[in-house]
């Protein structure tokens, strides 16, 4: 049933658990990798990026990475979504 409504990618915003954290260089700075932005996209496929402030702590913009190709972090992105899911299911409608 098509009601009309369109929406885009619908996303939740993970806490990397520490032992998933990690670091990564972007633009010769290094980054503590702590957040997974994790989206769902209208084929029902998955997308995900990882971000990380500067290591050398201050204020700093968050940069994005990509998820590594490794089994932890892909269940930790499947849980999410499942997770994500259940919550937009639960929901009460405006507060």
């Known amino acids: 049933m098509n ?4 929406t885009s990618a619908p996303a939740v915003n993970v806490i990397l658990p520490q032992e998933l954290c990690r670091t990564d260089t972007r633009r010769d700075r290094t980054f503590t990798l702590t ?8 084929d029902g496929s998955l997308a995900a990026k990882a ?3 500067p290591a050398e702590g201050g ?3 968050y940069v994005s990475f990509p998820v590594p190709d ?4 892909a269940a930790l992105v499947s849980k999410a979504a499942g997770r994500a899911g259940t919550s937009w299911a639960a929901h009460r409608g405006p507060g």
């Open 3 to 6: 009601s009309g409504l369109e």
């Open 70 to 73: 490794r089994p932890e972090p």
């Open 51 to 53: 971000y990380g402030r």
């Open 59 to 61: 204020r700093g913009a």
């Open 35 to 42: 957040t997974l932005n994790v989206r769902l996209l209208p």
